[in-house]
């Protein structure tokens, strides 16, 4: 079974990031197969897990450059799928 959980705030400074990484951490830890999508443009995920942000990104995948098992990093607190400030395009663009 499959759970999806999705930490969102629009204020900064929430521990977001923090806690995310903190839970992928724990679930990979208990034996979990865990996939972090990092969804802010700032990055701060992709950065605390030590990920590569210059490559295939959650941005590719949103714009059909590579699929989502293309973009897939894999780490010792389990898989991530990396952001950029890329996304911050989108964000401007789809308001
Ligand atoms: N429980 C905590 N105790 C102390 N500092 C924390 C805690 N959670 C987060 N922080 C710190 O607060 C700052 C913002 O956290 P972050 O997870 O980046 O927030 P967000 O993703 O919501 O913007 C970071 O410097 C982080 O290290
Ligand atoms: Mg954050």
């Known amino acids: 079974?499959?759970?999806?959980?999705?930490?969102?705030?629009?204020?900064?400074g929430a521990s977001k990031s923090t806690t995310?990484?903190?839970?992928?951490?724990?679930?990979?830890?208990?034996?979990?197969r865990v996939l972090s999508v990092d969804l802010d443009g700032q990055a701060s995920l992709t950065h605390i897990t030590a990920a590569d942000y210059s490559g295939r990104t959650?941005?590719?995948v949103m714009r059909g450059a590579?699929?989502?098992?293309?973009a897939v990093q894999h780490t010792g607190a389990g898989d991530i799928i990396s952001a950029n400030s890329s996304l911050d395009d989108v964000e401007i663009n789809g308001d």
Do not use: N
């Open 20 to 32: 995310a990484q903190a839970m992928a951490a724990g679930f990979t830890a208990k034996g979990y």
């Open 1 to 12: 079974m499959t759970e999806i959980i999705s930490l969102i705030s629009r204020k900064g």
């Open 66 to 70: 590579c699929s989502i098992s293309e």
């Open 58 to 60: 959650i941005f590719d």
